[in-house]
């Protein structure tokens, strides 16, 4: 079992900065792959970001490609991500979630924290 939780949403304006944390209870963090997704209110929750277990290989989302980017302290059992150069439409609710091999698919997902929110005002 492994239990997820996200920090360091909250408001800002547009072109502002945010570094959402993820911070995993599991001592086996470096086993799992790690994504960031992202719920809008009424939406679909979507891929984000995504980060290798050695942290060797990244992908993201092309909405964000450029100005977010993911990185993992395996030894503290975190994942971040940066956001950087943030839009209005960036607005949502933010998900970090496990898995043991690399993939964008939310239902391939193994453990899902509980969300932080980040409003983007224009």
């Known amino acids: 079992q492994v239990e997820l939780v996200e920090s360091g949403g909250g408001l800002v304006q547009a072109g502002d900065s945010l570094r959402l944390s993820c911070a995993a209870s599991?001592?086996?963090?470096?086993?799992?792959?790690m994504d960031w997704f992202r719920q809008a209110p009424g939406k679909e929750r979507d891929f984000v970001a995504g980060i290798s277990r050695s942290g060797g290989s990244t992908y993201y989302a092309d909405s964000v490609k450029g100005r977010f980017t993911i990185s993992r302290d395996n030894a503290n059992n975190t994942v971040y991500l940066q956001m950087n150069s943030l839009k209005p439409e960036d607005t949502a609710v933010y998900y970090c979630?496990?898995?043991?091999?690399?993939?964008?698919?939310?239902?391939?997902?193994?453990?899902w924290g509980k969300g932080t929110l980040v409003t983007v005002s224009s």
């Open positions: 979630a496990a898995c043991l091999y690399t993939t964008r698919s939310p239902r391939a997902m193994d453990y």
């Open positions: 599991s001592g086996t963090f470096s086993r799992y792959a």
